[in-house]
């Protein structure tokens, strides 16, 4: 029973701002990690940005200074703040969360779309 919310997508200019959040609620008591993964048309999902529960970060180099990721502990929920958006941010959003270092599996939301353009 364990869900992730996302919201925050929608449709915005170049260069405009966007900030999606994600909250894990259910049976999950710990996260290790939690990103955001995107999925653009024709193309293959890839890794936006990711954050440890210690506070480590990595971010896609297409991504890097344009986007900031962040998350309450205490909530359970991850932000990422997208800025400087292109076009070639458009795509659908997914949330993803990895409850233990010790094991690779992750739970997945359904996405939010984001959309660049004028």
């Known amino acids: 029973q364990v869900q992730l919310v996302e919201s925050g997508g929608g449709l915005v200019q170049p260069g405009g701002s966007l900030r999606l959040s994600c909250a894990a609620s259910?049976?999950?008591?710990?996260?290790?990690?939690m990103g955001w993964y995107r999925q653009a048309l024709g193309k293959q999902r890839e890794l936006v940005a990711r954050i440890t529960s210690g506070g480590t970060t990595n971010y896609a180099d297409s991504v890097k200074g344009r986007f900031t990721i962040s998350r309450d502990n205490a909530k359970n929920t991850v932000y990422l703040l997208m800025n400087s958006l292109k076009p070639e941010d458009t795509a659908v959003y997914y949330c993803?969360?990895?409850?233990?270092?010790?094991?690779?599996?992750?739970?997945w939301g359904q996405g939010t779309q984001v959309t660049v353009s004028s």
């Open positions: 259910g049976s999950i008591f710990s996260i290790y990690a």
């Open positions: 993803n969360v990895r409850p233990s270092v010790a094991y690779e599996y992750r739970y």
